[in-house]
């Protein structure tokens, strides 16, 4: 095999549970795919790395686009002292009890702001 294979859409994923390990399948402007398979640690640490990295290459001047979860969840942990908030399957953001308190007020301020706000015209 040679250079480098160029992804251009990631086209499936899986967890394979007793091997704790994540598949993810990409797919090159060929159609040839490409399988990689790393554990769930790596790619646990993977995830902020690629997000640290592709924030750099944005454009400037592209748009960006807000993110709109399809569902969300507010629940606490079993076995610690933590608030989770939790948007579609993504694995839930935890916050202590502190946290949590401040980000319910910022969070009801800005509703408050945006529900008086008038609905902007659309072009």
């Given at each position: 095999?040679?250079?480098?294979?160029?992804?251009?859409?990631?086209?499936?994923?899986?967890?394979?549970?007793?091997?704790?390990?994540?598949?993810?399948?990409?797919?090159?402007?060929?159609?040839?795919?490409?399988?990689?398979?790393?554990?769930?640690?790596?790619?646990?640490?993977?995830?902020?790395?690629?997000?640290?990295?592709?924030?750099?290459?944005?454009?400037?001047g592209?748009?960006?686009?807000?993110?709109?979860?399809?569902?969300?969840?507010?629940?606490?942990?079993?076995?610690?002292?933590?608030?989770?908030?939790?948007?579609?399957?993504?694995?839930?953001?935890?916050?202590?009890?502190?946290?949590?308190?401040?980000?319910?007020?910022?969070?009801r301020?800005?509703?408050?702001?945006?529900?008086?706000l008038?609905?902007?015209?659309?072009?």
């Amino acid at each position: 095999m040679s250079g480098t294979f160029e992804a251009q859409a990631l086209v499936q994923t899986r967890a394979r549970r007793k091997q704790h390990r994540l598949e993810m399948t990409f797919v090159d402007a060929d159609g040839r795919r490409q399988t990689i398979s790393l554990p769930a640690a790596v790619a646990a640490d993977l995830a902020q790395v690629l997000t640290s990295l592709s924030a750099g290459l944005s454009e400037p001047g592209k748009a960006q686009f807000t993110r709109m979860p399809r569902q969300m969840a507010v629940g606490s942990a079993k076995h610690e002292r933590l608030v989770l908030i939790r948007f579609d399957d993504e694995p839930p953001y935890g916050l202590d009890p502190d946290e949590a308190e401040t980000l319910w007020r910022g969070v009801r301020e800005e509703a408050e702001q945006v529900a008086r706000l008038k609905a902007p015209m659309r072009q």
